[in-house]
């Protein structure tokens, strides 16, 4: 499994979706993927800690984990099936390692409020590779290429926002 990290949340408003960029942190390469603008908010408001007045989604979660008394260790990017992103979510409870499946944007979620790392397998990202999803970062380092690259998206390069 390669480590990952949030590089970039970008919305696209056109199409009523954003794109999370996961940095391998080792091969300097990017995975975009597809999520929805809601969960794209959500993201954003666990990556910069702000507090809503009442719990949302991700937060009553992870409290409702955490009064069980259940360890919430890793997220994984498991699969890239068709046009569609699998993740995981590895839990362990009363000394039982537990994989629950979810929507990457889901996982990502968590794991952001749980301060929890993200992960990739291998397979997922040759999968993106081989559907010309996965990018250098040194492609997209210069804001001009980034801004090329982003403008030359149609709208389903990245397949269909399934949720």
Not at 13 to 41: F, K, Q, W
Not at 137 to 157: C, I, N, Q, T, V
Request: charge should be neutral.
């Amino acid at each position: 499994m390669i480590k990952m990290q949030i590089l970039r949340l970008i919305l696209l408003p056109n199409v009523n979706t954003a794109l999370i960029m996961l940095l391998d942190t080792r091969g300097n390469r990017i995975l975009p993927i597809r999520i929805g603008s809601l969960e794209a908010n959500a993201i954003a408001l666990g990556i910069n800690d702000l507090n809503t007045p009442r719990p949302m989604t991700h937060d009553l979660l992870k409290n409702i984990l955490q009064e069980f008394g259940v360890n919430v260790t890793k997220v994984v990017i498991s699969e890239f099936k068709g046009d569609t992103f699998y993740a995981v979510t590895h839990i362990t409870v009363e000394d039982k390692e537990l994989e629950i499946d979810c929507r990457p944007s889901d996982a990502i979620a968590l794991a952001v409020r749980a301060k929890i790392p993200i992960y990739c397998t291998q397979k997922t990202l040759q999968s993106a590779a081989n559907q010309g999803l996965l990018k250098q970062r040194s492609d997209l380092d210069e804001p001009d290429s980034l801004k090329g690259w982003l403008e030359s998206l149609k709208a389903d390069d990245f397949g269909t926002y399934k949720m």
